[in-house]
């Protein structure tokens, strides 16, 4: 059987990640998918690729966004952050951190400005300003929905980003490259929230 990326009533584009298969086929999604939409479009440049990324936890919407909203504490959930020191200020807008990358990766350190916290709406955004690494002007946005699989209260995420294409890379290997951190972002936030005790 073919499995439709599009498929379960997500907007054209969005990778629905681990729920490939019979399970995920079909779940309508309990939030407000085309107001969710509207919080993920970004302005596309000239050699820029784009993409977004959903992923279904098993938790309260409140633990997952304790977690998100720690802009200073990215290493909470993120597995390539070896660590995190703050340039300046701390949770508010503008806030810029310093982050070194686990070995094994293409680049060492990167240095990122939040641009959006919204602890109403559940969004953080943020960009990438500078550090050695090779995705020039990358900006993500992530956003956390109140969800329901079987009934059961959980947290739908969305994060997408846009970015430079660098020279002597394609588009698809830039994304793919970038979805590819952002699974494991997105699989170990999932993995350390319904591990957590609640409900
Ligand atoms: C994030 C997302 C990404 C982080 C990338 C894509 C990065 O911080 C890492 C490895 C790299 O090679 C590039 O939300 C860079 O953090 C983990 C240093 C930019």
Redesign the pocket.
Known sequence: MVWDMNGGGYPTGWKLIDEEGPSGEGRAPAFDVEHARLLHQHELGESQCTSALVKHINAPLDIVWSLVRRFDE?QRY?P??KQCVMREGGLEVGSIRE?E?ASG???TS?VEQLERLDDDEHILAFR?LD?D?R?LN?S?ILTLHEDEIDERPGTTVVESFVVDVPDGNTEEETCCF?EQ??KC?LRSLANICEQLPHQ
Do not use: T, W
């Open positions: 990215p993120k390539f952050v982050i990358v990766l293409p680049a990167s990438k550090g690494h995705l990358y993500s970038i951190l952002i972002n």
